[in-house]
């Protein structure tokens, strides 16, 4: 049974997700682990209304505050140890990392 790990990790910060991809990158490429990715998605663009007061009935307003969100994703096949070392990592409070493991049987396996 081969393990797939799929990694999504998102940031406003670009520097540091594309830090953080290519330091993965190259930890498995050092260990031999069959990865794909980094694959990235177009920069998501939200806009947030900022309210002057907390007064339900008070409409007044600061300018929206706008920001942006990078998303790239990569799986790891095989090499289930190092899926859960990467996971587990420390990383800075401006990158988010999702894991999802799925596991794939060959064709004619049984339960």
């Known amino acids: 049974m081969t393990f797939v790990t799929s990694l999504t990790l998102q940031s406003g910060d ?3 997700l594309d830090a953080i991809v290519d330091d993965i990158k190259s930890t498995a490429e050092r260990k031999g682990a069959a990865l794909k990715g980094p694959h990235s998605h177009p920069p998501e663009k939200h806009s947030v209304p900022q309210h002057c007061r907390l007064h339900a009935d008070d409409e007044r307003r600061f300018s929206s ?3 942006t969100v990078f998303t790239r994703e990569l799986e790891i096949h095989g090499h289930d140890n190092l899926a859960r070392n990467i996971a ?4 800075p409070d401006s990158v988010h990392i999702e894991a999802e493991v799925e596991q794939i049987r060959g064709a004619g396996q049984s339960n």
């Open 65 to 67: 505050w706008s920001y």
């Open 14 to 16: 670009r520097a540091a």
């Open 88 to 91: 587990s990592q420390n990383f």
